[in-house]
């Protein structure tokens, strides 16, 4: 498997990186998805119904339920919990990407599962 921070560096191979602000909204609930993101650097809070269901960082990948899903659609806000720099893949790279390079593909599948389990978790509790 790679290791999270081999999946960032697939990343940083898109177009610039972004910084985004503490604090400030990277992307709404609701709003047409066409890009995943990799933290390089940061701190992320993932928001479902104004209430923060985790806190990712450096080496996590988000955002790709919009682009494997058809409808595209944002099922969370994601929201800067301390400055941070983004790089991102819009469709085209990240389908790319699946196909040159299968352990992308698991990796993500992987950080998807596991953000899932840990929803999961604490929802159970």
């Not at 972004?18 to 709003?31: L, N, R, W």
């Not at 991102?88 to 992987?110: C, G, I, S, Y």
Request: glycine share 8%; charged share 25%; with cysteine.
């Amino acid at each position: 498997m790679l290791e999270p921070i081999k999946t960032i560096e697939l990343f940083q191979k898109s177009p610039s990186p972004k910084t985004f602000s503490a604090g400030s909204i990277i992307f709404q609930e609701g709003e047409c998805g066409d890009v995943i993101y990799g933290i390089i650097s940061g701190e992320v809070e993932i928001l479902v119904d104004g209430k923060v269901v985790e806190t990712i960082q450096k080496g996590d990948v988000f955002g790709e339920g919009s682009l494997i899903h058809l409808d595209r659609q944002r099922d969370s806000r994601a929201i800067a919990k301390t400055d941070s720099l983004l790089a991102f893949l819009d469709r085209e790279h990240f389908m790319f990407a699946v196909q040159q390079t299968p352990m992308f593909a698991l990796e993500v599948m992987k950080s998807y599962s596991d953000r899932l389990r840990r929803l999961r978790h604490k929802i159970a509790i």
